[in-house]
């Protein structure tokens, strides 16, 4: 039988505390707490810990995450405890400590998460239950997980964030949602408000800092509808008429095949439809737009805040040169200037193995290097065509849009691209 290892002493304890202080610690995170040298917290956390935690006391300082190394680094070789609120490895401090020291230098001592409690005091199953945090983000990230019936906890920032709640649902058209604020949760000044409507909610009013907001999404009726699989209205996007359109960007992402947290350029982001909606798919996928017009980039970030992806890095200017100091990519889309030189052999030099490149085109010179391209590395090179149904006279007929040659291909070598025998078409399209 192969002997166990035994688990390494961890140098620091995560010891999870709640609204209830110390009346609420467990005995093992008691003695975690009264053993250690150095506690370290935010002030609050730290207030509510007695006398008998002889430990020096160290305020994380703002912000957070940079310092957690020279923090650690300063303390080295002393029982350290780090307080986190609730639970520590959800949406907690939990996560950058496993990251800067790795999970077997770590105790974790978990207390219930304020989700827990929400989930208790309302009746909501968990499980049944989508969780989004604006602490330290955007409360834009809110609108992605807007879909009628739907039910959301939203980990507040402070006692303004209901009522920027409140004003983002009445803005996507979700103002009939039923909100409530519970603050403090779990300790002795616990509070649950009344439900109201989110047309309803005060603008000017601050809750307690500590505070977490449950919401039953409901759609207004004469809403857009924005669903939660690619192909979105095309309505549900500002732009100039460089957008790729709702069918035919249902089947590039599909091409693309997002997985999560994966990364994608979006090469001629045009509106930032593909990469918008690539992000969408799961909270941990990543993209970066680029996009050579600079009115057309502040026109992709505003896309991305209102369709709930702020994260989605905009970068202003001309590939490929754009391209030399982004992050490697899983995934490439080209949009637009597909006749730049050397802009396709930089995109696929740039992917991994088992990286998907996708390119779509509606002109016949971008075609004839899309074919080119085909016949040398493989993949799949399709038209797809869309017609619509409009009135001709007192009848009705089909308007064909432009039909878009669409290449997907997945790298399945190493080897740096040699681009194929073509002509070189004067000028690059977008």
Same mark, same amino acid.
């Given at each position: 039988?192969?002997?166990?290892?035994?688990?390494?002493?961890?140098?620091?304890?995560?010891?999870?505390?709640?609204?209830?202080?110390?009346?609420?610690?467990?005995?093992?995170?008691?003695?975690?707490?009264?053993?250690?040298?150095?506690?370290?917290?935010?002030?609050?956390?730290?207030?509510?810990?007695?006398?008998?935690?002889?430990?020096? /006391?160290?305020?994380?300082?703002?912000? !957070?995450?940079?310092?957690?190394?020279?923090?650690?680094?300063?303390?080295?070789?002393?029982? *350290?405890?780090?307080?986190?609120?609730?639970?520590?490895?959800?949406?907690? *401090?939990?996560?950058?400590?496993?990251?800067?020291?790795?999970?077997?230098?770590?105790?974790?001592?978990? &207390?219930?998460?304020?989700?827990?409690?929400?989930?208790? #005091? !309302?009746?909501?199953?968990?499980?049944?239950?989508?969780?989004?945090?604006?602490?330290?983000?955007?409360?834009?990230?809110?609108?992605?997980?807007?879909?009628?019936?739907?039910?959301?906890?939203?980990?507040?920032?402070?006692?303004?964030?209901?009522?920027?709640?409140?004003?983002?649902?009445?803005?996507?058209?979700?103002?009939?949602?039923?909100? /409530?604020?519970?603050?403090?949760?779990?300790?002795?000044?616990?509070?649950?408000?009344?439900?109201?409507?989110?047309?309803?909610?005060?603008?000017?009013?601050?809750? $307690?800092?500590?505070? *977490?907001?449950?919401? $039953?999404?409901?759609?207004?009726? $004469?809403?857009? #509808?924005?669903?939660?699989?690619?192909?979105?209205?095309?309505?549900?996007?500002?732009? $100039?008429?460089?957008?790729?359109?709702?069918?035919? #960007?249902?089947?590039?992402?599909?091409? !693309?095949?997002?997985?999560?947290?994966?990364?994608?350029?979006?090469?001629?982001?045009?509106?930032?439809?593909?990469?918008?909606?690539?992000?969408?798919?799961?909270?941990?996928?990543?993209?970066?737009?680029?996009?050579?017009?600079?009115? /057309?980039?502040?026109?992709?970030?505003?896309?991305?805040?209102?369709?709930?992806?702020?994260?989605?890095?905009?970068?202003?200017?001309?590939?490929?040169?754009?391209?030399?100091?982004?992050?490697?990519?899983?995934?490439?889309?080209?949009?637009?200037?597909?006749?730049?030189?050397?802009?396709?052999?930089?995109?696929?030099?740039?992917?991994?193995?088992?990286?998907?490149?996708?390119?779509?085109?509606?002109?016949?010179?971008?075609?004839?290097?899309?074919?080119?391209? &085909?016949?040398?590395?493989?993949?799949?090179?399709?038209?797809?065509?869309?017609?619509?149904?409009?009135?001709?006279?007192?009848?009705?007929?089909? /308007?064909?849009?432009?039909?878009?040659?669409?290449?997907?291909?997945?790298?399945?070598?190493?080897?740096?691209?040699?681009?194929?025998?073509?002509?070189?078409?004067?000028?690059?399209? #977008?």
């Amino acid at each position: 039988m192969t002997p166990v290892r035994p688990r390494p002493t961890p140098a620091v304890t995560v010891v999870g505390i709640g609204a209830d202080g110390w009346a609420g610690v467990p005995d093992a995170s008691r003695t975690a707490l009264r053993d250690a040298e150095v506690i370290v917290g935010g002030p609050r956390q730290l207030d509510l810990l007695p006398a008998e935690c002889t430990g020096a /006391r160290v305020a994380w300082p703002s912000p !957070l995450r940079p310092a957690v190394p020279a923090l650690l680094a300063e303390h080295a070789g002393r029982r *350290i405890a780090v307080l986190a609120s609730g639970d520590p490895m959800f949406y907690g *401090i939990g996560r950058a400590l496993t990251e800067e020291l790795g999970a077997d230098a770590l105790r974790v001592l978990p &207390h219930p998460s304020s989700v827990a409690y929400a989930c208790a #005091r !309302l009746g909501w199953p968990q499980e049944d239950v989508e969780v989004v945090t604006v602490v330290g983000r955007p409360v834009a990230r809110i609108a992605a997980a807007l879909h009628d019936g739907r039910r959301l906890l939203v980990l507040s920032a402070g006692a303004a964030t209901p009522a920027e709640i409140a004003a983002l649902l009445r803005d996507r058209g979700f103002g009939p949602s039923r909100m /409530r604020v519970l603050q403090q949760l779990g300790g002795p000044d616990e509070d649950i408000s009344e439900e109201t409507d989110a047309d309803a909610w005060p603008a000017d009013l601050l809750r $307690d800092p500590l505070n *977490i907001v449950a919401v $039953d999404c409901r759609r207004a009726p $004469d809403a857009l #509808r924005v669903g939660a699989v690619p192909g979105l209205p095309d309505a549900a996007y500002e732009h $100039d008429g460089q957008l790729t359109k709702r069918h035919i #960007r249902a089947a590039t992402l599909a091409a !693309l095949a997002p997985a999560p947290g994966e990364l994608l350029w979006d090469v001629g982001g045009g509106s930032g439809s593909i990469a918008v909606e690539w992000m969408r798919t799961h909270p941990s996928c990543r993209a970066v737009t680029v996009e050579r017009d600079s009115v /057309r980039a502040e026109r992709i970030a505003r896309n991305a805040d209102r369709l709930g992806v702020p994260a989605l890095r905009v970068v202003t200017g001309a590939a490929p040169a754009a391209l030399a100091e982004l992050p490697q990519p899983d995934a490439v889309f080209i949009g637009g200037g597909l006749t730049a030189p050397g802009l396709l052999e930089a995109c696929w030099d740039a992917l991994p193995v088992g990286g998907r490149l996708v390119a779509n085109t509606v002109t016949l010179e971008s075609e004839a290097q899309l074919a080119a391209h &085909h016949r040398r590395l493989g993949g799949d090179l399709v038209k797809l065509a869309v017609a619509h149904a409009v009135p001709v006279g007192g009848f009705t007929g089909w /308007r064909q849009a432009m039909p878009v040659t669409q290449w997907a291909v997945q790298k399945t070598s190493a080897s740096p691209y040699a681009a194929p025998e073509h002509d070189d078409p004067a000028g690059a399209e #977008r």
